[in-house]
């Protein structure tokens, strides 16, 4: 793991080369969530490349690593982040190579203002994603990857791209005849995708947001399922709408990066001041809301540690514990392979979160849905889908 590259550091290193931030996205919607992205696609044509391997980050989520030739089968990534610190470590990468022959391929990992934080993933040519062995420093600094010769792409969790959050909306209009529409341009020009679902004059509105934070895959796994299930009811919404802004931040998500946007702004911190156009949509959507029209809940899905909710603290009113109770108390280990916590956390006004922003303007329960890096993908879909249910029953609580 200490072999000195026999070549020159290639590709785009966020910190030290300002001309990065100029550098053509890949395109989006490339990789699926189930098969691997396929190396056809347009994107930033960034390669790395021996006479029989060749490692390329040109498809959507990719970031353009740094990457040195160690050997004939051997790499070195430089896995940094897309701004200068402080940035959370979300320390993402991905990947696709190509290798003939029948020798496995070493890539090894190098983080720049991080440890290891992702299991790897591989996923054959055009095959399913699963989890590989990693050989892993005692500081977290490095990792060794052994691939298997022939095609695959590797990343720190499945790829979900804004073209699969397209099909997703596409499902759900097909499903409820709910309206899609762009609620407004990311800095890159991706049209930020939205679908209300139920009767447009329906007074009571949820608002469902994901994918502020570009590696946060399994939180954006549950939302997929959550709103399945709220799809699948819609006729019976009532008085109730649902506006779904499945994935907030595109740029960041094609971009591979850690956390911000284009812009390198965390969007989860940007509630408020709205310098962001991704966030001022949002913001200005509500807005232009007719006058019968209000917030009742708002929920924003992320990924972290462990399986969590943070929730209102000693603010929440009366009402708001009714639901909070409705809704998610007694639950936390109702759902096999699925435990959760419920953290109240009371506002702290000026931090930028969503959840603090929505509180302090509409006066509701603003939950964070957070879903563990390595939570069980199919409990935490059957968890997500049990809990949208859950939640239509649970919102009458809000009127006593």
Known sequence: MGIAPRYIWAGCLPLLLAACADASPPTAGVAGR???????????GTTCRTASVTLAFDFAGAPSHACAI????????????????PINPSPWYAFRYEAAGDAPVTVTLRYLESGHRYVPKLAGDGGSWREIP???????KVVRLELPAGRGTVAAQEIITPGD???????WSDLTGGRLFGIGLSHDGQTIRAIRMGRAD??????????????????????????????????????V????????NPDGVVRGHWRANRGAIELNRDW???????????AAWLDALPAGV????????????????????????????????????????????YPFTIEPRNANPGSGTAKNWFFERYAVPSYTYEVADTADRVAAREAARALAISLLAALPTLER
């Open 34 to 44: 189930i098969a691997a992205p396929s190396g056809t696609e347009a994107g930033t």
């Open 70 to 85: 160690t050997g004939e089968r051997a790499f070195e990534l430089l896995v940094a982040p897309e701004h200068a610190p």
């Open 134 to 140: 990693a050989d892993v420093s005692a500081d977290g």
């Open 165 to 171: 959050a397209a099909e997703d909306l596409a499902r």
């Open 202 to 239: 329906a007074p009571k509105l949820v608002v469902l947001l994901g994918r502020q934070h570009p590696p946060e895959v399994t939180g954006a796994i549950a939302m997929e399922a959550f709103v399945d299930a709220l799809a699948e009811r819609a006729a019976g919404l009532g008085d």
């Open 241 to 248: 709408q649902v506006l779904v802004v499945p994935m907030l």
């Open 272 to 282: 408020g001041d709205f310098t962001q156009p991704e966030t001022r949509a949002v």
């Open 294 to 337: 209000r917030p009742v809940l708002m929920v924003d899905f992320h990924s972290t540690g462990r399986n969590l909710f943070y929730v209102q603290g000693d603010e929440a009113t009366p009402a708001q514990q009714r639901f909070l109770s409705a809704w998610l108390g007694g639950r936390e280990r109702a759902f096999a392979g």
